[in-house]
């Protein structure tokens, strides 16, 4: 069974300045899909980034991006230009891709704090 | 996203009575997945289901728990007798119709409160 791990339960950041969440995970499986989540404190889960375990290139969206490294097992979620509004909990999650239940797999969470 | 509804968004049961939450994926689609978020966790998948199909409850709680998904009206998910550490957020989520990612969107969660 896959596992995910955020070693990070709490981490702050200054407004406008870059924070980097870590997520590491388990699996056997050559081909999945990673996903960052944001959950702000109206419990919304929305989905901030995705990535390909197939592609080398790590994706990025806007001011969020990530460091991929399939080989280490590491997922981990950077946040440029901080701004008070991306305080929330944030979880990192897997989908495998071998089988078509699109169930996912969440770590515990990283609680962002944002200060002005 | 507003595609996937939940209601009610707030149940409270006193210990005993049985819970039950709905589900309504985006319009068009036929999964549904429920997640459970216990307090200061992240969300533990549940259950699958697809239109009058269970397709993998491997998460659910052996007793108490069921869920199903009728051919017409939402997907139910029922808690019968419950106790004080079901209190937690329920989730439904739903793939996206046309992503090539399917990836999935959630609803607005379920906050059940037992008393």
């Known amino acids: 069974a896959q596992t995910v791990t955020q070693s990070q339960p709490e981490m702050s950041v200054q407004e406008a300045e870059t924070v980097t969440l870590s997520c590491t995970y388990d699996?056997?499986?050559?081909?999945?899909?990673l996903f960052w989540y944001k959950q702000p404190p109206s419990r919304q889960m929305i989905l901030v980034i995705r990535?390909?375990?197939?592609?080398?290139q790590n994706a990025t969206e806007n001011r969020f991006s990530v460091n991929f490294q399939k080989a280490a097992k590491s997922f981990s979620l950077k946040i440029s230009d901080s701004q008070l509004g991306d305080a929330a909990m944030y979880f990192c999650a897997y989908r495998s891709l071998e089988r078509s239940n699109y169930k996912l797999t969440f770590g515990k969470g990283t609680l962002l704090t944002v200060n002005p | 996203n507003a595609g996937v509804m939940q209601n009610p968004r707030h149940l409270v049961r006193r210990r005993g009575q049985e819970a039950r939450l709905r589900c309504s994926p985006m319009k068009g689609h036929s999964h549904v997945y429920w997640y459970r978020q216990l307090p200061e966790e992240g969300l533990k998948f549940m259950v699958y289901?697809?239109?009058?199909?269970?397709?993998?409850e491997s998460g659910m709680p052996k007793e108490r728990f069921s869920a199903e998904f009728p051919k017409e009206g939402p997907s139910i998910l029922r808690i019968q007798q419950v106790v004080r550490g079901d209190s937690a957020a329920y989730f439904c989520?739903?793939?996206?119709?046309?992503?090539?990612?399917?990836?999935?969107?959630f609803g607005p969660g379920t906050r059940l409160t037992v008393l």
């Open positions: 990535q390909e375990a197939y592609k080398q």
């Open positions: 699996t056997s499986e050559s081909d999945y899909y």
């Open positions: 289901l697809q239109k009058e199909n269970i397709i993998d």
């Open positions: 989520a739903s793939p996206a119709p046309g992503s090539s990612y399917n990836e999935q969107f």
